[in-house]
Structures are given as structure tokens and as C-alpha cells.
């Protein structure tokens, strides 16, 4: 997991490195990097399917699976405001967690990779969920003032999502399937595009106001996308160019993967403080 957190990193500094390279012509004004925390209450849903049955309801990771709830998820964002009215931007953001539970509540199953697993009342079982978020995009200000900014933004939530279990797990090949200690793996690349705007509104010349909201909705052959984030905040500056900004974000995504093999539903969404230092060069 930390050479996946290292590998999204690395990518972040790519795309900025590719920026500068692709356009030499246009002189950036700012480049400020942003590096921080997000201390976030999470939810998690998963359609599940009952065993033996058709019928579908909603899993829930942290109060069936015992996910935790409450983590903190580090926090990377880059921006270069290349010229006065055009602003490229990078962030990234990574949640990594496991559970375990001693005695699932009720059976339900699940078709990944062309197998039907299924999980029985009682059983024990540890499960993984790995979430990593890369945002990318482009800003462009089209309304400016002795106080306030105002941005349309356009680009791509990149979603890396990997869901596992291991316990006691059974392989639907026969009404009474055989239960013994399995490994379940599968993850998912989900690059969705999305609009929003950002508002920048400064109160003095140490304190501002910065705050954005995103959104898209798409269907792109077997994965069906949709996600919305807020955040509103306070930025303000210590010294020279060193800033620090509190804010709170709310962000939600759903991924529906359904292919022949596989069919991952999941509705993934967190909110809460985020507190950040960035400095501008």
C-alpha cells in the first residue's frame, strides 16, 4: 500500500512536470503546493445479493464489516496560475482500511471475477478497502475583482478502487457450497470527468475565503460513474508566502461495475475537517 500511495504521488509530480513542458510559452505566475490532512467520518454502501435469492440491498462496510469510520486521509494538491486568468491544478488523496468481523450479522453474496462468493450469518471475516483519488483539471477565471475570484473548472476524478476479503467464504457452485478460507481480490480504474467552479473571496490581505464544488454524472461502457464534493474554507497567510488553511469537505462518489464477471456496486463517501499548509513560489 505505501508503494501505491508513492506511485499516485509520483503521478501528480508527472502531470506537472508534462504542464511545464507542454507550455513553455506561457509564463506561470504561481506555483503553490498544498500538503495536508482530512479528518474524515466515512460511509461506505455495497449492493449485496441474499444467498440463495435475487433480492439486492445496500451493505454497509463500518457497521456490518467493522471498516473504521473515523481515519484521517493525507492530503497533495499542486496549482500553477499560468497567466492571470488560467489555473491547472493536481491533487491527490488516498484511504486505505480493514476490518474484521467475528460474526457477520447476515449471509450475503457477491459475483467478482466470474465467481459468485458467498458469506454466510456468523462467519469471520477480515475485509480490505482501498480508495485512492486523483483530481486533475483545468480553471479558468471569468470574473475578477479588487476581492473576489471566480473559476469554471473542468477535468477528471481519477478512482482507483480495491475491495477484498478473506475468512470464511463460500463458492457458489452447488446449492450447499463449501466454506473453507478464501482470498477475494478485485480492484477497479474509474477516470470520470466533472465541472465545478471555485470562488476565491479575499477579506484582507492575510485572510480569504476559498471554497469549490464539483459533480459529474457518466456511463462509459461497463462502469457507471457519478460524484459530488463540496469544500468551503478559511486561507490564511502566516509569512511571506507560507499559508495555512482550514476547511470543511464533503465528498461522495458511486461506482457501478458490471461485466460479465464482475459486479461492484459501491457508493463511497466521507466528510469532515481538513487542515493545510501550502506555500507559493
Known sequence: MGLLSSRFAANNLTLVGLWMLLCPQLAAQQLEIEIGAFFSDTSTDISAYENYGNHKFDLNFESELNLPADKTLPYINLEYHVKPNHLIYSD???LHREGLQQALSR?????IDGQTYQFQAGARLETRLDVDIIRVGYGYRFYHSSSLDAYFLSGFHITKLGLGFAGEIGIATSEQPPYANEN???AVTAPLPNVGFEVNHRLSDRLALKSHAHAFYLKVNDITGWMAELEIGAKYRLVDELNITGSFSYYQIGVDYQTEHTEL???YRFWGPM???SYAF
Open 92 to 94: 491527490w488523496r488516498r
Open 107 to 111: 449471509p450475503f453474496s457477491l459475483k
Open 184 to 186: 477475494v481480490f478485485s
Open 265 to 267: 456496486d459501491v457508493i
Open 275 to 277: 487542515l493545510k499548509l
